[in-house]
């Protein structure tokens, strides 16, 4: 499959997203911030809790979509840091 050429006004956009959730998250209080949020909102815990069988699958739902929420910000943070930290040129 042949895709088209990235947009470069929308990948400027993600970039520019990514330096703000970085300049947001990045900081100590930030990074502090978001651990008491997932902490907050259980984000370390199985989706499915409850005997097996008898599980609430709308609390399964909002629990998985807590858990996305995070994974976005983390993967966002660390391409955000990738795009800052400067790489070494091999010759």
């Known amino acids: 499959m042949i895709l088209p050429p990235p947009n470069p006004q929308a990948v400027e956009r993600a970039r ?7 300049a947001v998250f990045g900081t100590a209080e ?11 909102f259980e984000t370390d815990l199985p989706v499915f809790q ?4 008898s599980y609430d699958a709308l609390d399964a739902m909002r629990r998985d979509a807590h858990r ?15 795009e800052t930290t400067p790489t070494p040129h091999t010759i």
Request: charged residues 35%; aromatic residues 2%; proline residues 0%.
């Open 68 to 82: 996305e929420v995070f994974l976005v910000i983390r993967c966002q943070l660390e391409l955000a840091r990738k």
């Open 50 to 53: 409850g005997k097996a069988g």
């Open 16 to 22: 520019a997203e990514r330096q703000r959730l970085l």
């Open 30 to 40: 930030g990074q502090q911030v978001l651990a008491d949020l997932e902490r907050r």
